[in-house]
C-alpha cells in the first residue's frame, strides 16, 4: 500500500471509517480502484494538508455537496463526518440554510433532509 493511501486511511478512520469501508465493500467487485482513489487522493492528499482543520473542510465539504445536491450519499457521509470531527448539529444546519441562498430552496431543504436522517440514525 502507498504512503497516500496510508495517510488517506489514517483520516477517514478520524471521519468517517465506517463510511470508506462500505464505500470500499461495494465498489470491490466492480471497481476496486475506486476506492483506492478515493482514499489517496482526497483524504490521502487534500484532507492532509495544513491549512484549514478537519471541522473546516467537512463545513466546506457539506455545503459543496447541498449546493451540487447531486451526490445525497457523499451528503450523508459528510454531515456524519462533520459530527465527527466536532461539528455541532446546528453549525451543519446553518451550513446548509446558508445554501438556500446561492443554491436554491430545493438545493437547502434536500441536503436539510438528509441532515434529519443523519440526525435521527445518530440518536439510536
Same mark, same amino acid.
Given at each position: ?8 486511511? /489514517? ?10 469501508e462500505l464505500l470500499k465493500k461495494n465498489l470491490d467487485d466492480i471497481a476496486p480502484d475506486l476506492a483506492r482513489f478515493v482514499a489517496e487522493f482526497p483524504y490521502g492528499e487534500i484532507y492532509t494538508r495544513k491549512n ?6 467537512? *463545513? ?32 451543519? *444546519?446553518?451550513? *446548509? ?16 433532509? *438528509?441532515? /434529519? ?8
Amino acid at each position: 500500500m502507498s504512503e497516500r493511501y496510508q495517510k488517506g486511511l /489514517k483520516q477517514l478512520q478520524l471521519m468517517n471509517e465506517d463510511s470508506y469501508e462500505l464505500l470500499k465493500k461495494n465498489l470491490d467487485d466492480i471497481a476496486p480502484d475506486l476506492a483506492r482513489f478515493v482514499a489517496e487522493f482526497p483524504y490521502g492528499e487534500i484532507y492532509t494538508r495544513k491549512n484549514l482543520d478537519l471541522k473546516s473542510r467537512e *463545513i466546506a465539504t457539506v455545503a459543496a455537496l447541498t449546493a451540487m445536491g447531486t451526490a445525497p450519499l457523499q451528503l450523508k457521509s459528510h454531515i456524519n463526518g462533520a459530527l465527527n470531527v466536532g461539528c455541532s448539529k446546528e453549525e451543519i *444546519i446553518e451550513v *446548509i440554510i446558508q445554501m438556500a441562498v446561492y443554491a436554491g430552496f430545493p438545493a437547502a431543504i434536500n441536503g436539510i433532509m *438528509i441532515a /434529519k436522517e443523519v440526525f435521527e440514525n445518530k440518536e439510536d
